[in-house]
């Protein structure tokens, strides 16, 4: 048996018996792992606070074939804010699901923790909205995920695209010039020049900065239908938290 000290995100809870919780976190460098948490839910626990949903805390673990038990955890962060407003705790369900999806036991996804944590911050804050939260973290975790999108040059003739000119395959991940998208067909979408800035925003600043945007109108709305539909599309899955999230948000 083994000793670990991780700091991880509580990205999903599940309680059975009548005192124990399994959790589900990503740790500090963006690997997922599953813990089992013995007494968790027993009264007075010291780790009942520290193993809850949205909680980045400092854990010690036990491990033992391949298998986690929590032995200790410090909170670090809760992140109560989230809880206390619906769309942001509807939208964080959400990303936890993504997440979950998109990383994994054996490997990490070292942008996967910051990232995850910087919209945690951001929703329970207050300080940037959830329609700019969720297409950023939606498009960036793709990327980091191995399924980064081509935003220029135009990948049928190969020219130089132009602001305002710019049209986007989801299923390519590619884009087009007007010529092009019109002759391949509908999947092709014009891309008003707001959120193409945004997208190349999302995508090539640092972690820290991946929110730090303005975008409104048009521009945000189609930035959040081409990210969740290009998420849906190379995730190949349907979440029933998103589902959630567009019954509050539509």
Known sequence: MQRIKLKCLVIREVDFSEHDRYITVLTEHGRKLEILCRGARRKGSRTANAAR???WSEMNLYESRGRFSLDDASLLNPFWGVTQDIDAYALACYLAELAAAMSDTEEDVPALPGLFLGALHLLSEHKRAPAIVKPAFELRLMAESGFLPELSPCAVCGAALEAGGVWFSVRAGTPACGGCAKRRGADYR????????AMQHILTSDLKKVYAFSLGGDSLRVLGEVCEDYTIYYADKL?????????LVP
């Open 239 to 247: 979440f029933e938290s998103l589902r959630f999230y567009h019954s």
């Open 190 to 197: 014009l891309l008003p020049q707001g959120t193409l800035a």
């Open 53 to 55: 949903l949205f909680c």
